[in-house]
C-alpha cells in the first residue's frame, strides 16, 4: 500500500457538502428527441404545470412562425382540422396557425437514490439529490382533437343513422341493480387494475408553475439553493467510518439490495409463466383472453415443437371453428352461476346469444346489431360485447367479421372442418327452437360476397332424391354387369333396408360445395352413410382401391375411407375427379379390385363399430406369396386372433418347411401384435 501511495500522490482534496434545499424540489430535463446543441433555453416557454406525486410534467413551448423553416400552409392547415372554422377561448390555435408545441414527460427511471447534481466552487463540491428524471417528449394530442372532429362531422353528414353506431330505440327497458357487498379479495384486484389506477392518476390535480428563463434573476436567486446553506450541514460531523464500512456504503452487497416488481393486475400471466401450465390450459387462456385466433397464430404463441394433433384435440375442447378461424366457446367466457356485468343477464342466457351471433357469422361475413338485438331479446350492451369479440363496426356494412376466412386451415384439416360443421348444425337445431326462427330468413340474397352458405340437411336431400331416381336404373344395371363380368356375386338387398342409402348432392346443386367453408356433408367425403352413387365407380377410384391394397394387404372398411378421405384432402381445391362415393360402391370396388371379405368371427361382446368388423383382404397379386396369404385368412375365418406357433405349424402343413422370413413377411404384411396374439390389421380390441 505504502510504494502504491507514492505512485499515485494525493495532489488537492476538495470539501463535499450535502445541500437539502432542493432535496425534493429539484428535477432533471432530458430531451431525446432534440441534439444537445440545440437546446431551449432561449425558446418562449407559454406554460407549465406539473402532477408532483407521479412527476408528471406538461410544457407548452412557442414555434417560430417566421422562421424560413416554417411551413405556414401546413400550420394553418393543421389549425383548420384542429379547431375547425369556429374559433373560441377552447379553440387550442388562437392565431389560426400552429404556433405551438406541447412536451409531455415520462420517467426514466424510479429509483434516483444514486443521482444527484453537483456545483463545484471555490476548491467546495455542493451536492444535491435529485427527487425525478423526467425525458420530456412531443405530445400529439392535438391529432386526437381533429380525429373527434373528423369523427364528429361524419356523424352528422350520416344523420344520426350510422349502421356504425346502430343507435337503439329511444324507448329500452332499463334494468335496475343493487351492488353486492365488495369482498376483500375484490377490492384488492380492482385497486390492482389499470382502470382504477389511470382513474386515481386521472384525479391528481394539476399544479400549475411559472416558467423563468435561465438568464432570469429568478432563476439566478434560484440557483443558490443549490450550495449548502449554513443549516444544512450543522448535523454533519467527520467521516469516522474505516475504509471497508465506507466502501460497503457505497456498494452495498446483492444480497442486500430488494428488487422493486412492478405490480400489474392479477389476472395478467406472461408467456414464460404461460407456458408451465399443461396444454390445455395454456391453450384455454389465450383462447379466452384473444377470443379470435388463427390456428397458425396459435401454434406460433405455444412453445416450439408442440404436437399439432395435441394442440387440435386442446383447442375443440374450447373454442368453435368460424370461417376457418378459432373463436372461444360461449361457456368459456360466461361460466356456470355467472351474471352479465353489464346488465346482470344469467350466463346461460347470454351464451344462447353469443352463440346465435357466432352462428350467423358462419353464415356471411357482416350482420346488423339491431336485427341481432331483435332476435336474441338481450340488452344492448351484452349485444355489443358479443360483437366486439369477433368483429368491427364497418360503415354502412354493420359489424364485419375481423379475420379473413381461413382458407389453408381448411384445407389441411378437412376432417376437424367436418366435425366443427356437425357441431354448428346441432347448435342450429337448438337456436331455431330457442329463438323461433329459420334458417332460410338469414340465407343472403343476390350476395355478392364469394363466401359460401349454409344448406340444411332437408335440402340436400330432397335434391339427392330428386338426382337418385334418374340415375338408380342405370347404375343398377351396370353395376350388375360389372359383378357379373368380375364372376363376384353378391345378393341384391332392398333398398329400404339397405345401411347407407345412396345420395347425391353435388356441388352444382349447392353453392361452393361447402357450408360455412367447410366441407359439407354432400362433399365427396366418406362418412357412415356418406356419398352418393349417382355414377359407376371411375377408373380413377378403382386405381386408388388397387394402389392402396397393393400397399397395405389388409384393411377394414374404416380406414379404407378414411384413407381415401386422406387422398380427397390432399388434392387441391376444385381439382377432384372423384363423384360422391358411398360404402357400399368402395365395397363393390374393393371386390373388384382382386380382393375379398374375410369373414372374421369377433366376440359377440366386442365394441367395434360396424365398418371396423368388415375386412377385405387382398385376394390375387400373380405373386406366388398370394397362397399363403389365402391361407392366413382363412385361419382367421376361425377365430380373431391367433398365436405365431399356429400359423408356422399350419404353413409347414400346407406347402412344406415354413422359414421364419416367410413367417415374418406374412405378419408384417397382414397382421398386428398384441398381448402375445396376432390380430388382422384394424381388428384389434381395445
Known amino acids: 500500500m505504502a510504494s502504491g501511495d507514492e505512485d499515485d500522490p494525493i495532489i488537492e482534496e476538495i470539501d463535499v457538502y450535502l445541500a437539502k434545499s432542493l432535496a425534493d424540489k429539484l428535477y432533471l430535463f432530458q430531451y431525446p428527441v432534440r441534439p444537445g446543441a440545440m437546446t431551449y433555453g432561449d425558446v418562449n416557454h407559454l406554460s407549465a404545470r406539473i402532477k408532483p406525486k407521479q412527476q408528471r410534467v406538461e410544457l407548452e413551448i412557442a414555434i417560430n412562425t417566421m422562421s424560413p423553416n416554417y411551413c405556414n400552409s401546413k400550420g394553418e392547415q393543421i389549425a383548420l382540422n384542429v379547431d375547425g372554422t369556429t374559433y373560441d377561448e377552447t379553440s387550442t ?10 412536451f409531455s414527460s415520462i420517467q ?42 373528423t369523427r364528429e362531422r361524419e356523424a352528422a353528414n350520416e344523420g344520426g343513422d350510422s349502421s356504425q353506431d346502430e343507435a337503439e330505440e329511444e324507448a329500452k327497458a332499463i334494468t335496475v341493480r343493487f351492488a353486492r357487498p365488495e369482498s376483500e379479495q375484490a377490492r384488492q384486484r380492482r385497486m390492482q387494475s389499470f382502470e382504477f389506477l389511470q382513474r386515481r392518476q386521472a384525479e391528481e390535480p394539476w399544479v400549475h408553475l411559472q416558467h423563468h428563463s435561465v438568464k432570469d434573476g429568478r432563476s ?34 446483492l444480497a442486500e439490495e430488494k428488487v422493486v416488481k412492478a405490480v400489474g393486475p392479477s389476472n395478467v400471466l406472461s408467456m414464460a409463466q404461460l407456458r408451465t401450465l399443461p396444454l390445455g390450459d395454456q391453450v384455454k387462456t389465450l383462447m379466452k383472453n384473444v377470443k379470435v385466433m388463427p390456428f397458425a397464430n396459435l401454434m406460433g404463441l405455444l412453445a416450439s415443437g408442440t404436437d399439432q394433433t395435441s394442440v387440435l384435440r386442446c383447442i375443440q375442447q374450447v373454442a368453435l371453428l368460424v370461417q376457418g378461424n378459432w373463436v372461444v366457446k360461449s361457456d368459456v367466457l360466461y361460466p356456470k352461476n355467472t351474471c352479465s356485468a353489464h346488465s346482470g343477464v344469467p350466463a346461460e342466457v347470454l351464451c344462447r346469444g353469443r352463440d346465435f351471433v357466432m352462428w350467423r357469422f358462419t353464415l356471411e361475413r357482416s350482420v346488423m346489431r339491431k336485427e341481432i338485438t331483435s332476435i336474441i331479446k338481450l340488452p344492448p350492451e351484452d349485444v355489443k360485447e358479443f360483437l366486439e369479440h369477433v368483429a368491427a363496426p364497418r360503415v354502412n356494412r354493420g359489424w364485419e367479421f375481423l379475420l379473413p376466412t381461413d382458407v389453408d386451415f381448411i384445407r389441411k384439416h378437412p376432417d376437424v372442418a367436418h366435425r366443427q360443421n356437425m357441431l354448428w348444425l346441432g347448435i342450429q337445431s337448438k337456436l331455431e327452437k330457442v329463438f323461433n326462427f329459420s334458417k332460410e330468413d338469414f340465407v343472403p340474397k ?54 347407407d342409402e345412396p345420395m347425391d348432392a353435388s356441388s352444382s346443386h349447392i353453392p361452393n360445395g361447402s357450408v360455412n367453408g367447410y366441407p359439407s356433408a354432400s362433399s365427396p367425403c366418406l362418412g357412415t352413410n356418406g356419398g352418393s352413387p349417382a355414377n359407376a365407380p371411375s377408373p380413377e377410384l378403382q386405381d386408388f382401391v388397387r394402389k392402396t391394397f397393393r400397399k397395405h394387404f389388409v384393411l377394414t372398411l374404416n380406414e379404407l375411407k378414411r384413407l381415401f378421405n386422406l387422398h380427397l384432402a390432399s388434392r387441391p381445391p376444385g381439382s377432384s375427379i372423384f363423384p360422391s362415393v358411398s360404402d357400399h360402391m368402395l365395397q363393390d370396388v374393393a371386390l373388384l379390385c382382386q380382393c375379398k371379405q374375410i369373414m372374421v368371427p369377433f366376440p359377440a361382446q366386442t ?50 418347411e415354413a422359414s421364419k422370413a416367410e413367417v415374418d413377411r406374412l405378419l408384417q404384411e397382414c397382421c398386428s401384435s398384441h398381448a402375445g396374439m396376432w390380430y388382422l390389421k384394424g381388428t384389434i380390441q381395445s
Open 220 to 253: 439566478e436567486h434560484e440557483k443558490q439553493y443549490l450550495f449548502c446553506q449554513s443549516g444544512d450541514g450543522a448535523e454533519n460531523s467527520d467521516l469516522v467510518k474505516t475504509p471497508k464500512e465506507y466502501l460497503a456504503m457505497l456498494m452495498p452487497p
Open 93 to 102: 390555435y388562437s392565431a389560426k396557425m400552429m404556433d405551438k408545441q406541447s
Open 108 to 149: 426514466a427511471t424510479t429509483n434516483t437514490s444514486r443521482y444527484a447534481a453537483a456545483v463545484f466552487r471555490k476548491g467546495e463540491l455542493h451536492v444535491t439529490p435529485l427527487a425525478g428524471i423526467l425525458q420530456m417528449r412531443p405530445s400529439f394530442s392535438y391529432l386526437d382533437k381533429a380525429d373527434n372532429k
Open 607 to 656: 365394441k367395434a363399430a360396424a365398418d371396423e368388423q368388415k375386412v377385405f383382404g387382398l385376394w390375387d397379386t400373380g405373386d406366388d406369396f398370394d397362397k399363403h396369404r389365402r391361407l392366413l385368412y382363412d385361419l382367421f375365418t376361425k377365430n380373431y386372433r391367433i398365436r405365431r406357433n399356429m400359423i408356422q405349424t399350419k404353413l409347414s402343413q400346407e406347402f412344406g
Open 446 to 499: 343476390n350476395s355478392s360476397q364469394p363466401d359460401p352458405v349454409h344448406i340444411s340437411g332437408d335440402q340436400r336431400l330432397r335434391m339427392a332424391e330428386e338426382r337418385a331416381k334418374d340415375t338408380h336404373t342405370s347404375l343398377q344395371k351396370d353395376l350388375d354387369a360389372r359383378r357379373a363380368g368380375s364372376g363376384i356375386h353378391v345378393k341384391q338387398e332392398p333398398a329400404s333396408d339397405r345401411e
